[in-house]
């Protein structure tokens, strides 16, 4: 009985969700068609890609990853930090990571690389491991080399008070 009675607790979670979603939508594109029959003009909407179709690619845009330099300081609290030199053909796969070339607790001595932080060898529930956690093991998914990139869209973000 308690198994058929979340079987249709989820089954109208779902069905809510789906009428939700259908709402919106609708409501979205109720709001769209509102637009055109005001001004006769489809609203237009600049993505990123600049207009460029989706089966093209955009020409790449001048900008090189910086050279060793100085460690940068970070904008928000929490902010993995930047990497301070090229990575260009780094390779990390599951079976071979290049910084920990440098950065392994064991080498960073000899390198005077900075250290992997400890709390990239706990698992999800805390517990200490005794090498790097699978999911902290690709680096450059919170790590990213600093580059001279102009930002691609305008803002007016500001470092958080405690760090400036």
């Not at 990123?48 to 300081?73: K, M, Y």
């Not at 932080?117 to 902290?136: K, Y």
């Not at 691609?152 to 470092?159: D, E, H, I, K, S």
Request: proline share 6%; net charge positive.
């Amino acid at each position: 009985m308690k198994k058929f009675l979340a079987f249709i607790s989820l089954l109208s979670t779902a069905l809510l969700l789906t009428m939700t979603a259908g709402l919106f939508l609708t409501t979205a594109s109720y709001a769209a068609d509102k637009v055109v029959e005001k001004t006769g003009d489809p609203v237009k909407l600049m993505g990123l890609r600049d207009g460029t179709p989706v089966n093209q690619d955009n020409p790449p845009t001048a900008s090189q990853q910086e050279r060793d330099h100085a460690v940068s300081d970070r904008d928000f609290v929490q902010q993995p930090p930047l990497i301070p030199h090229t990575t260009q053909g780094y390779q990390i796969t599951k079976n071979f990571n290049k910084c920990m070339d440098c950065h392994a607790w064991q080498k960073t001595k000899e390198s005077k690389a900075t250290k992997v932080s400890v709390t990239h060898f706990r698992n999800r529930e805390g517990q200490e491991l005794d090498n790097i956690s699978p999911r902290r093991y690709f680096c450059t998914q919170c790590h990213v080399p600093q580059t001279d990139a102009k930002p691609l869209v305008n803002n007016t973000f500001q470092r958080a008070r405690g760090l400036q």
